[in-house]
């Protein structure tokens, strides 16, 4: 366990200033209130009880290739400690790698014939 008290002590030590700091905000934070700090943002916009057409919203299908784009660059992340140790895996972590690909090129064809990387 001695290897591992300097990390267990900065997380203890992260985790109690994070407790600390949400603690304590509400006493020592700013109490300066108006009415248009209390008022709902929507990037400035005046807030409307009906939403507006062609109100510059972004389509979900935005949001849906920023998920994708997110989704495998994770994915890619998961090759860079093969590739650091490639020589002391061997043969099954080539097997492995190879698994994982295969995976990974499926949702991406999946995605694809799916019309998920579509801009239109």
Known sequence: MSPYLPLV???ALAAGFAVFSVAIAPYVGPRRYNRAKL???ECGIEPS???????GRMPVAYYLTAMLFIL???EMVFLYPFAVSADALGL???VEIVLFV???GFAYVYVWRRGGLDWN
Do not use: H, S
């Open 9 to 11: 002590l900065m997380f």
């Open 39 to 41: 008022d709902a943002y």
């Open 49 to 55: 009880p009906q939403p507006v057409v062609g109100a």
């Open 72 to 74: 495998f660059d994770i």
């Open 92 to 94: 099954f972590g080539l």
């Open 102 to 104: 295969v995976t990974v």
